[in-house]
């Protein structure tokens, strides 16, 4: 059999599902969700309600927002990732006599400030069809978390009163989030083959989240604009919201305990003949600068290098497995094979999660934050995982820790 072409590589790789980075479910649930008792059409975005008790209707309610990906939100993996993956939550929060209403975005690519909007309107909507008078508690998981943290500052900063008695952020990335260069890199350098993956890296939300960004293959990391407008807007509006107590918690170790990523390590090695000689390393350190070979059908071989950065792969924090998502996307193709040594790294540092320290150093990424003054947070309460494991991970343990204190 003949080696496939150019052509024929181009097509096959479109034809595949994109390599997109996001936490939950990576394919589609098999289970079909509860029909809600109530959905909201909102500027944005819909919200999705499911009652403690049917027959009192909206009484207690906690809004949870969706987090970052491509694309619309849906019930299907929202629910999922809430219910059905891991822990059972939403049905935790009805036990308690929370009602559940889980907020979605028409595009969670686009700025975290527009889906605010959505937030603002879930909670408005909220606060109009709750019957009584018991205050909200309104958060979400990594994305969504920065969504009503702004969302609710806005509200005060505006003089509009949320009615908001808890905010809570389920691994936010409240001080940045990390994806790998070489990823970043290789999605660019394909992009005139398939460019969806290099559309992610470069929409409004994920320059807006990560601590470091690479608009081009070859262009230096460096902290976005997109992300320095977002960070002046929440400024603008006081940072955090005052009224509410704040929580927070975060799928990494409090230790400083690694996940066991060893830097400069090849992740992602490409072994088919379109891709003979891609390395995709972890983030490089000491004098070993380079981050990523890259080679792609025809085009000349090409090398990033990184100087100066931390060792954030293997940082304690909750993990994304963005080297494995590439990877399965092209071993899907003939003439695209590659190994993939290394699944994931660390996505939101602990650090980033429970807001205490950046990113800027292996010294401030792997510092302890039991050792750390907890008065440096914007947060009055957290909790850490007891191990690092998958961003956004719905456990028994920080959902118990979290429903404890809703009431």
């Not at 394919?27 to 809600?36: F, L, Q, S, V």
Request: proline fraction near 7%.
């Amino acid at each position: 059999m003949s080696e496939p072409t150019e052509h024929e590589i181009s097509a096959a790789l479109r034809a595949t599902p994109p390599a997109l980075l996001g936490a939950g479910p990576q394919e589609p649930p098999a289970g079909k969700p509860p029909t809600p008792d109530a959905t909201w059409e909102l500027p944005g975005g819909t919200a999705w309600v499911y009652y403690a008790n049917p027959r009192f209707g909206l009484a207690r309610p906690v809004l949870i927002a969706d987090g970052f990906n491509s694309g619309p939100s849906t019930l299907e993996f929202s629910w999922a990732g809430l219910e059905t993956r891991n822990y059972p939550f939403i049905s935790a929060l009805r036990e308690r006599g929370h009602d559940a209403v889980l907020v979605g975005f028409d595009e969670r690519s686009i700025s975290i400030l527009q889906n605010a909007r959505t937030a603002t309107a879930a909670i408005l909507r909220a606060k109009e069809e709750r019957l009584g008078g018991h205050p909200l508690v309104v958060g979400g998981f990594s994305m969504g978390g920065l969504v009503t943290r702004y969302a609710l500052a806005k509200m005060e900063h505006e003089e509009y009163d949320h009615q908001t008695a808890v905010y809570f952020s389920y691994d936010s990335p409240h001080r940045g989030a990390y994806i790998p260069l070489s990823l970043q890199a290789f999605a660019h350098y394909i992009r005139t083959v398939d460019d969806r993956f290099s559309r992610q890296i470069n929409s409004t939300a994920a320059q807006e989240l990560l601590w470091r960004h690479l608009p081009e293959w070859d262009a230096p990391p460096k902290v976005s604009e997109q992300r320095k407008h977002f960070l002046a807007a929440l400024r603008d509006v006081g940072d955090w919201p005052r009224r509410p107590r704040r929580l927070g918690v975060a799928n990494g170790v409090s230790t400083g305990v690694g996940n066991g990523v060893e830097a400069g390590r090849t992740a992602v090695r490409g072994k088919g003949i379109g891709v003979i000689g891609t390395d995709l390393r972890t983030m490089p350190v000491d004098d070993d600068s380079l981050a990523a070979s890259l080679r792609f059908i025809t085009s000349p071989k090409q090398e990033v290098h990184a100087l100066g950065l931390p060792a954030a792969d293997g940082a304690p924090g909750g993990t994304l497995d963005s080297y494995r998502i590439l990877a399965k996307q092209l071993n899907r193709v003939l003439g695209l094979g590659v190994d993939n040594p290394v699944p994931e790294h660390s996505f939101v540092p602990t650090v980033s999660a429970v807001d205490l320290n950046g990113l800027d150093s292996d010294e401030q990424l792997y510092g302890a934050v039991d050792a750390l003054d907890p008065g440096g947070s914007g947060l009055d309460a957290f909790r850490c995982a007891s191990r690092n494991e998958e961003h956004t991970k719905v456990t028994e343990e920080l959902c118990g820790w979290l429903l404890d204190r809703f009431a």
